[in-house]
């Protein structure tokens, strides 16, 4: 009796490499995956794809899960396309192309290390499509099957389909290749090649239809992540007041594989923006900004005892400037040099414990030269998140002579309440020095204000 050719589910084995590729199916599966981004070994992120059913006719609705995985030495940050670009190919090289949609919204997703998220688009099998199909993701190096036969006559639910199949990616032998489609369709689709953990390189932005500027843009895109958080908040001191953050960072040499980054692919430059705004007063005037350019190394796992340990260690080093970008007697700067090593742990749960101290020694700062007796030479930095869930950061200094500050934070995500909303409801308490650059060496008392986070 004659064996089937596959006995795991996903795999897919090639007979003859000289010859022909054949498509071999085994009597329980046809879903076939091509996980992007999956390595044999070393450190890894990618998407992986697959079929939720094994067998839908035309006009039945069908999913695509995917999975997002982060192996890597840092967090990564990833926007799912809210469509899909679909090639179906039948076993004669007939290619129908079609639309996957995003069942939830296209919300940026934050990945620590040694996690995963999935994702499910939905799309309709084309009423053209007939007997075994070869699915295929535009831009991606997967490959999936689907039978659009009604069940009862499905060749699957009954023996090995043995047919040539062309690979989804290029024209069928002899025949001509298919138009891509236009541009304006591929950018409403969101599915070019640059979308999420870098494809390998055998997949081109050509290939999804985008023009240069568009791909100096995806790489802009691409390079710049999240640093300090991003927040708004309203609080009641002596008056309506405000603070509020902005921050963000620039990775300058992006690593050609994504698995092997080397030293320099973990250099950035950071910016961070800080203000308190006095919403009362005759013009609404900002009472300070300090305005807080770096450039520092940075990697989030440098050792762990072991592979998959859910404790690993980081680090950042390097140097920094705050100015507050006024002149005269109101004149505030600060240069210093910093070094921050990074304690994690990953709880079976779904959250992650950070203890992140910055230790910083300060140079060139001829208008508060006492900046150190305030400010401390340590952030003592506690931060613990949930996935897609509270956030909660502490963050105390301790100069000389009993001179303090201390800050905490909350946030909890809006769209796990009754608004739905993008962002995080922001809570934050702050006591003591430094509260502006400007003020440094003034003493505020306990403030609260209440607003909104789209980086808690």
Request: glycine share 8%.
């Amino acid at each position: 009796m004659k064996q089937p050719l596959l006995k795991q589910p996903g795999a897919v084995r090639h007979r003859n490499p000289g010859a022909r590729a054949r498509f071999d199916v085994a009597i329980p599966l046809v879903t076939l995956a091509l996980a992007s981004g999956l390595y044999a070994g070393g450190a890894s992120a990618g998407m992986s794809y697959q079929l939720d059913t094994i067998q839908a006719s035309a006009g039945e609705t069908v999913r695509i899960k995917g999975m997002l995985f982060n192996d890597t030495d840092d967090a990564l940050s990833w926007t799912p396309p809210k469509n899909l670009v679909l090639q179906w190919r039948n076993e004669q090289g007939k290619t129908i192309r079609s639309l996957a949609y995003l069942e939830a919204s296209a919300q940026p997703v934050e990945l620590p290390v040694n996690n995963f998220a999935a994702f499910s688009w939905k799309a309709v099998v084309p009423t053209e499509a007939n007997g075994l199909q070869a699915l295929n993701i535009e831009g991606e190096p997967v490959l999936l099957a689907l039978d659009t036969s009604p069940l009862q006559d499905s060749q699957v639910a009954s023996s090995p389909a043995l047919t040539p199949v062309v690979d989804a990616g290029a024209a069928a032998p002899g025949a001509t290749q298919d138009p891509p489609l236009p541009d304006n369709v591929v950018a409403a689709a969101g599915a070019d090649a640059s979308q999420g953990p870098p494809p390998p390189a055998t997949a081109t932005v050509a290939a999804a239809g985008t023009d240069a500027s568009t791909a100096a843009f995806e790489k802009f895109r691409n390079a710049i992540s999240t640093y300090e958080p991003i927040y708004f908040g309203v609080g009641q001191r002596d008056g309506t007041n405000a603070r509020f953050q902005l921050s963000f960072k620039y990775r300058l040499a992006t690593p050609d594989d994504p698995t092997r980054p080397r030293f320099f692919n973990h250099i950035y430059l950071g910016y961070t923006q800080l203000a308190l705004w006095d919403l009362e007063g005759e013009s609404k005037p900002f009472v300070d900004v300090t305005y807080n350019p770096s450039l520092f190394w940075h990697r989030e796992r440098i050792w762990s005892p072991e592979e998959h340990s859910p404790f690993y260690l980081g680090l950042a080093a390097g140097v920094e400037h705050k100015s507050n970008g006024k002149s005269g007697e109101e004149s505030r700067s600060v240069n210093d040099v910093f070094i921050q090593p990074e304690f994690r742990y990953r709880f079976d749960g779904g959250s992650t414990l950070a203890f992140t101290p910055r230790v910083k020694a300060y140079f060139a700062k001829p208008d508060n030269d006492d900046y150190a007796h305030y400010a401390g030479h340590v952030d003592w930095k506690l931060r613990w998140a949930q996935d897609d869930g509270l956030v909660l950061t502490g963050l105390y200094r301790q100069g000389t002579e009993g001179r303090n500050a201390m800050q905490f934070e909350a946030a909890w995500p809006l769209r796990r309440t009754f608004l739905n909303m993008n962002g995080y409801l922001h809570v934050q308490y702050f006591k003591g020095y430094g509260e502006t650059l400007l003020g440094y060496n003034q003493r505020s008392p306990g403030q609260v204000r209440v607003g909104l986070a789209l980086v808690p």
